[in-house]
């Protein structure tokens, strides 16, 4: 989706999705749905390559030398 949403389509699809919204808040999450979109194209460009998920982390297992 290259182009902005709408205050009107946030309405429209907010009412699609059973979430009629009063009047005032349209121009908020137009807003808001058009931050996330722009967030997710950012990460969407990123390169992970061999980066392993996330699920093969385990916390606290490093070796951290905390000596000054």
Do not use: K, W
């Amino acid at each position: 989706m290259n182009s902005e949403l709408t205050p009107q389509e946030a309405a429209r699809g907010a009412l699609r999705a059973g979430l009629p919204l009063a009047g005032d808040r349209h121009e908020g999450v137009a807003a808001t749905a058009n931050h996330i979109h722009s967030v997710i194209a950012t990460l969407r460009e990123l390169d992970f390559g061999d980066t392993p998920p996330a699920a093969s982390y385990r916390a606290g297992g490093e070796n951290v030398d905390a000596t000054l």
